[in-house]
């Protein structure tokens, strides 16, 4: 069992940034995927950004590219959602998720998520 824990979220003014962590505990996967996905009120999760921890390659959401950076700390077993620039439609529940997807932008393909942290951007 792995058990993922947020931190970071808060609010903050458009233009703004705030750096999300995912702390990972249990069992870990040295060949994982770690994502973030965020999910709007009465909205559907949507793929923000993920990474590899085997090769270090990361993904983004077009959305993102360009504002957000993801990165992972190994020895920590922390990944970390840098976002920058930040626009009041990213307001939303971010999740942290962990798994072994072949594709890394679907939800359904990690098996343990976090309980989320609020991330609110004010106009």
């Known amino acids: 069992q792995v058990q993922l824990v947020e931190s970071g979220g808060g609010l903050v003014q458009a233009g703004g940034s705030l750096r999300l962590s995912c702390a990972a505990s249990?069992?870990?996967?040295?060949?994982?995927?770690i994502a973030w996905f965020h999910q709007a009120p009465g909205k559907e999760r949507e793929f923000v950004a993920a990474i590899r921890w085997t090769g270090g390659s990361t993904y983004y959401a077009d959305s993102v590219k360009g504002r957000f950076t993801i990165s992972g700390d190994n020895a920590k077993n922390t990944v970390y959602l840098q976002m920058n620039s930040l626009k009041p439609e990213d307001t939303a529940v971010y999740y942290c998720?962990?798994?072994?997807?072949?594709?890394?932008?679907?939800?359904?393909?990690?098996?343990?998520w976090g309980q989320g942290t609020q991330v609110t951007v004010s106009s």
């Open positions: 249990g069992r870990t996967f040295s060949s994982s995927t």
């Open positions: 998720a962990a798994g072994f997807p072949g594709r890394p932008y679907t939800s359904e393909n990690y098996p343990y």
